[in-house]
């Protein structure tokens, strides 16, 4: 990694980690893990420190390169090829607010785990709506109504859990 003659290597990793924060969430979907884009966002920051120039503020240039960067990420990995036919061809699959779950015992906003909130579902989702709750988890395409009958009952089972 090059680090400008006017900083340190530490001060370069704490830069690059607060744009990471600042900008990594607003790229999660389902298959990928904040923390796994995080990753990959440290690493895609590093590799751009050679083409750093010292003149212009570092934050603004990880700020633009790390979104220009998972923007194609996004974009190659979830578009068509076919110029003719630019239609998604995954949907992301952020929850809507409402349909985010939190720990009732946690502070306000916390998210559950979501190997607690895996293993609950196990246990208890039954077998006549694990086919289309696997759908959902990987976006593939669940009909409207199915999907809010999985979700309804996701919540069921969660409330019954203590997490509202």
């Known amino acids: 990694m090059k680090v400008p003659t006017n900083m340190t290597e530490r001060e370069v990793i704490k830069e690059i980690s607060a744009v990471i924060d600042r900008i990594a969430h607003k790229y999660t979907f389902y298959g990928y893990e ?3 884009i995080k990753q990959e966002a440290f690493i895609m920051c590093i590799d751009a420190m050679d ?24 974009r190659d990995h979830h578009f068509t090829k076919d110029e003719a036919d630019k239609k998604r061809i995954v949907m992301p699959g952020q929850l809507n607010h409402e349909d985010r779950l939190v720990d009732q015992h946690g502070d306000e906003g916390e998210s559950l785990d979501y190997q607690h909130m895996s293993y609950i579902l196990d246990l208890k989702l039954p077998a006549s709506v694990r086919a289309d709750y696997l759908k959902i988890m990987h976006d593939a395409h669940v009909s409207k109504s199915r999907r809010e009958e999985v979700l309804s009952l996701i919540k069921e089972i969660m409330e019954e859990h203590g997490h509202a």
Do not use: C, G, Q, T
């Open 51 to 74: 083409r750093y120039d010292a003149n212009r503020p570092l934050e603004n240039f990880l700020s633009v390169h790390l979104s220009n960067r998972l923007k194609n990420f996004v």
């Open 34 to 36: 904040i923390d796994d």
